[in-house]
């Protein structure tokens, strides 16, 4: 039989919706959100790819400004999103910029798509590494742009990134200096914490940055501190842009799991306040800010050595990219550890699990403080916030209040405070590089309050420098000069009224009928005018001095002054001193414009009092001088060609001169060579007539004459008589002839050769044997 066939089933493949078609239904739901009801990210027309990365990330419910602000960037408006700190901002633009991008189907051919801009790097990096996470499953590529990292290898890849999350420096770097970078295309641009991005700090580079920005484009600025300015947002050319505040009708505008308190303490308790704080927490997640980066490296060194018992971090600007990004990913996931930082991490970082943040300083705002103290407590978590205050600070406290920032006042328990300064002296006596760390921190403490703008709060002279420096561990404070320089100006102003004073002695008294000072000053806080007015106020309606001693009775005091600008006396003593006066570079210079005088130029004179022109440096002709004073613009080539020539015969001429010099100082070294050889022959002669002398006599004494016959015997007397008579004619005429050197020409001569005088001396031995011989044989002829 046959077996029954049995019945194959065939799968048919689904049919797969084209994506253009997926789209098309994604973007007709966007009319139809409703930010009442939706509580999910399913609620929402996303697609699969981000629907897919949210879910494996744990995103799955709305908060309050991603459930206002994704519905109406996905409709194209401009957004102001403001919302207090950790309350889901990231996402809020992070997830229209991969929607929008997905909807037009943007490829990496497509280049820039979208620009994010931060204040910060690791902010930028944070919101990186959040957006790898949400958008990994999309087909499109990001770029992380900031400082610190390898030029090169950014922009080579700059034309292949279409989301870029940059810092404004950086950015602005790549438009100037990378053809491969182009934002023709550009979708979407995000200003993250965009009130730090648009204030005084980055307002050139932002200008530069907006102006290469195509103007049709949607703007998305998202803050805990939003702008309202219009000038700010007319410089963005926001088209009706929608104002996203969640919390502004909420009772408080910091989150509602932050306990606020503050402290007040001297300034000299600071450093044994916080080591006392730390000692009493180490089980716990802490941030401390300080105002500069000195204060954080020395703390952050000091305590390091003197080992509290938990682990420490420091995080500021001057450290290296890498490093910073290092610090950052360690104290993320430490669970116990004090990080000290500035307010390089006082926005949007979202560091877990914080428990206290510490402002060691005043923040310079209210905006400042708020940005600070939400570095915990953030997203339905808890937190505690302590600010410490100097007595001259407590006015910031009104401040925060008038904001809806509940703060309370907590005291110091004296009994549980520890001073460590006794330590630090020990340790900054050892390690000379740790005192000076401990002098850029007292130094750049003292600079900060004394540029703060808000002078009402930031008093430089409440400040107990020495107190300070001591709490530090210096034993003696350094010298403050930005201090010092306005304190002279005061004290030479009053010398000056002093001296007018006792000019003044004997033509100006103070009476009762005088009208006293009136001084009208807006600012009664100003440091210059009270310095200056101290000897002025103590006069009282007698014309005298408030004070009991007798000298003070004495003094003359001058009458009718009316101050109203302390500036004009500053000008009318300055111009009766102005020997005085400090003359700077750019006097001198003004002085020398004005002269028409060159500058670093020489002019020489002959004894006539004209003027010697150097021909190799400046032009000669006349033809030359006025050719270069008509020239204005360009070059007359002809007139040029006669100017050439007629300096051409000055330059030959010049060249005619030099050669003959030239020779004549040959000629004149030919005549001394002469002069000095003449000399030596003469001085030989001398001597060989010298020593032929010598020699003759020494060897007639010398020689034994027994042998020769007696010539009396032979010629007779007289003949011998008439013989002597020649013979000593002879040798008086050989003797005038002989003429003895002097002493000194024999030893200059002896110096000269020792080679000359052996010659000279065999010479002489020869011409005398000859001599002595032709004698001998005279005699024996005759």
């Known amino acids: 039989m046959s077996k029954a066939k049995e019945k194959v089933k065939i799968y048919k493949k689904k049919k797969q919706i084209p994506e253009k078609k997926i789209i098309e239904d994604l973007q007709s739901k966007y009319k139809d959100i409703d930010e009442t009801k939706i509580t999910k990210f399913i609620h929402l027309p996303l697609s699969k790819k981000t629907l897919k990365g949210l879910k494996e990330n744990d995103y799955v419910e709305l908060t309050d400004i991603q459930r206002q602000s994704i519905g109406l960037a996905l409709k194209g408006n401009d957004i102001l999103g403001a919302a207090k700190t950790g309350s889901g901002k990231t996402l809020a633009f992070l997830v229209p910029v991969l929607e929008i991008l997905y909807c037009k189907q943007w490829t990496r051919y497509d280049g820039v798509g979208a620009l994010i801009i931060t204040p910060t ?38 034309d292949k990134c279409n989301i870029v999350i940059c810092t404004p420096g950086r950015l602005l770097q790549h438009m100037d200096e990378n053809p491969l970078f182009n934002c023709v295309n550009m979708q979407i641009l995000v200003l993250d914490e965009a009130d730090r991005c648009l204030d005084m700090g980055f307002e050139k580079t932002m200008n530069s940055i907006i102006e290469n920005l195509p103007q049709d484009r949607k703007t998305l600025l998202f ?25 502004e009708h909420a009772k408080h505008t910091t989150p509602e799991g932050l306990q606020q308190s503050y402290i007040v303490c001297n300034l000299e308790d600071k450093t044994a306040m916080l080591w006392s704080f730390l000692k009493s927490h180490l089980k716990q997640k802490i941030i401390v800010f300080f105002s500069s980066c000195k204060q954080v490296k020395y703390i952050y060194e000091s305590f390091c050595r003197l080992r509290p018992g938990i682990s420490l971090l420091s995080l500021y600007g001057t450290l290296h990219q890498l490093r910073r990004m290092e610090i950052y990913e360690s104290f993320c996931k430490k669970h116990h550890a004090v990080l000290f930082a500035t307010d390089l991490a006082a926005r949007g970082l979202d560091f877990p699990a914080v428990n206290w943040v510490v402002q060691m300083d005043c923040p310079e705002d209210v905006n400042a403080y708020i940005h600070r103290a939400g570095r915990t407590a953030r997203f339905q978590a808890g937190g505690e916030s302590l600010l410490v205050l100097l007595p001259s600070e ?15 006042m907590i005291k110091i328990n004296p009994n549980k405070l520890y001073s460590p300064h006794r330590k630090l002296e020990a340790l900054l006596a050892r390690d000379v590089y740790l005192k000076e760390s401990a002098k850029r921190a007292f130094k750049a403490y003292v600079r900060s309050v004394f540029l703060m703008k808000d002078k009402k709060i930031f008093n430089v002279k409440a400040l107990n420098t020495d107190e300070y420096a001591k709490s530090l561990g210096l034993a003696i404070p350094p010298r403050i000069r930005f201090l010092q320089k306005p304190q002279k100006n005061t004290s030479n102003i009053q010398n000056k009224i002093n001296k007018e004073n006792e000019e003044n002695v004997n033509s100006k008294i103070c009476d009762n009928n005088e009208t006293s000072i009136n001084i009208s000053s807006n600012e009664s806080d100003n440091e210059e005018e009270d310095d200056i007015m101290k000897p002025m106020n103590k006069c009282d309606n007698s014309g005298f001095m408030n004070d009991d001693s007798d000298d003070d009775l004495l003094t003359v005091k001058r009458r009718n002054i009316d101050i109203d600008d302390m500036s004009d006396v500053v000008e009318n003593t300055e111009d009766k001193n102005n020997k005085k006066k400090v003359i700077t570079k750019a006097a001198i210079a003004k002085k020398i414009l004005k002269k028409k005088i060159i500058p670093n130029s020489k002019k020489t004179f002959d004894d006539e009092g004209k003027e010697v022109i150097d021909s190799t440096k400046s032009k000669v002709s006349e033809l030359a001088k006025k050719y270069e004073n008509e020239i204005d613009s360009g070059i007359n080539i002809e007139v040029a060609k006669q100017v050439l020539r007629e300096e051409d015969q000055f330059d030959k001429q010049r060249f005619r001169d030099k050669i003959k010099e030239k020779h004549r100082q040959e000629r004149l070294k030919l005549k001394a060579l002469k002069k000095e050889k003449n000399k030596d022959t ?8 010298e020593n032929n002398d010598e020699a003759s006599e020494s060897e007639v004494s010398e020689q034994n004459l027994s042998w020769l016959p007696d010539p009396d015997k032979i010629y007779g007397e007289q003949k ?41 001396t065999n010479e002489i031995v020869n011409s005398n044997l000859k001599t002595v011989e032709e004698l001998a044989l005279q005699l024996l002829q005759r």
Not at 225 to 237: C, E, P, Y
Not at 724 to 750: A, F, G, T, W
């Open 121 to 158: 790097r690791e902010l930028a990096y944070q919101i990186y590494e959040t957006l790898r996470k949400v958008g990994r499953y999309h087909d499109i590529s990001a770029g992380l742009i900031i400082g610190g990292k390898d030029l090169k290898f950014e922009k080579k890849r700059m």
């Open 223 to 247: 803050s805990a501190t939003q702008t309202k300015s219009v000038k700010d947002l007319a410089r963005l050319s926001l088209k009706d842009p929608m104002y996203v505040s969640v919390h």
């Open 394 to 408: 407590l006015e910031m406290v009104e401040r925060l209040q008038d904001r809806k920032i509940p703060i309370n």
């Open 682 to 689: 003469s001085d030989n002669e001398e001597l060989q007539e």
């Open 720 to 760: 011998v008589d008439s013989d002597k008579n020649s013979l000593d004619n002879s040798e008086s005429e050989e003797n005038s002839m002989i003429h003895v050197p002097s002493k000194r020409k024999l030893i200059e001569q002896n110096g000269k050769s020792v080679k000359k005088k052996q010659k000279l």
